[in-house]
């Protein structure tokens, strides 16, 4: 358990964090902790966990994607379009959205691998590619999805959120095989050093290129769920969904320098953020001045990913000398 808890110390102090803040807004909340309250705080906790699962992969191979929010934009425009119909053009129609997702990140692998270009100037270029797409798609928000479909996946199943039970999925289905695999560990070792790595063996660039698909993959998740809960498109969407993600992986103990991290943190440090927009909801702050209050949420958690990667570097420097 020591050896756990030392492990895992930034997710399990996340996760206390979470569940305090959670039980203040339950308590504070007019109708408590029904299954609608729950279930409406769990589908805006999930789309940014999504997001920030997408921001994850990026930071974890020692990257930032700016184009996040963007995949998640442009999928969600797309499955305005083709999310409708019967069974089986609505699967096509989930395939072609998270086949979407995936490309936007793999091309964005591809230009940070081939192009030598630094992952967070490619993401503000391809950022602004995506959104000019989605705008395209839908220059104003419509569309329709199946009501059917989209209430299956937001409501709840025997009381209990369905969103939770997607993310439970992700975790216990995905992410913890997945991190025992060799790509899984890849991720972490190209993070950790990049020519350790490639020295070690480890085929570096099909491991960045995966960290970038996957990241495209997960956002373009985050824009079908959101595609449910609104059963409408938008491509106005991008920008807050991107700065949330990395304050989300930040809060969550993901390290913006690299190899240390966990997707379970990532979602922790969603939930953290969507349940500290919602308690300013209930306080009584005035709405005018709950930006202002997000902003600083989001200034200190960058910073303290800002200051981790200053004094990693700093002790390399102070190695080297």
Same mark, same amino acid.
């Given at each position: ?8 110390? +930034? ?29 409406? $705080? ?132 995905? $992410? ?31 491991? +960045? ?47 913006? +320098? ?64």
């Amino acid at each position: 358990m020591r050896d756990f808890a030392t492990a895992y110390r +930034r997710e399990l102090i996340a996760g206390v964090v979470l569940v305090v803040l959670l039980t203040i807004y339950l308590g504070t909340h007019p109708r408590g902790p029904s299954t609608y309250v729950m279930t409406i $705080w769990a589908n805006q906790c999930v789309i940014l966990g999504l997001v920030a699962i997408a921001q994850f992969f990026a930071v974890v191979v020692r990257g930032i994607d700016l184009s996040v929010g963007a995949i998640m934009a442009l999928t969600n425009t797309v499955a305005s379009h083709l999310l409708d119909g019967g069974s089986g053009a609505i699967a096509v129609g989930i395939v072609a959205v998270l086949g979407t997702g995936a490309l936007c990140g793999l091309l964005n692998g591809l230009l940070v691998v081939f192009g030598r270009i630094q992952p967070i100037v490619v993401t503000l270029a391809t950022a602004s590619i995506f959104v000019g797409l989605a705008l395209i798609l839908r220059p104003t928000p419509g569309g329709q999805v199946n009501y059917d479909l989209a209430d299956a996946m937001t409501l709840d199943l025997f009381g209990i959120p369905t969103a939770l039970i997607i993310t439970a999925v992700i975790v216990f289905a995905f $992410w913890l095989p997945f991190r025992r695999t060799g790509l899984g560990l890849g991720l972490y070792a190209v993070g950790s050093s990049e020519q350790a790595a490639f020295q070690s063996g480890m085929p570096v660039t099909v491991i +960045r290129l995966a960290a970038f698909s996957l990241a495209g993959l997960f956002a373009g998740l985050a824009g079908l769920f959101y595609s449910f809960v609104t059963t409408t498109g938008d491509a106005g969407i991008a920008a807050n969904f991107t700065l949330n993600s990395i304050a989300a992986v930040v809060l969550g103990g993901v390290l913006l +320098r690299g190899g240390t991290g966990s997707l379970i943190g990532a979602l922790i440090g969603a939930f953290i953020l969507k349940t500290i927009a919602s308690l300013m909801f209930f306080s009584g702050i005035p709405s005018l001045a709950q930006p202002l209050f997000e902003g600083l949420i989001l200034a200190t958690a960058i910073a303290i990913g800002g200051a981790d990667i200053l004094r990693s570097r700093h002790r390399l420097e102070a190695f080297g000398r």
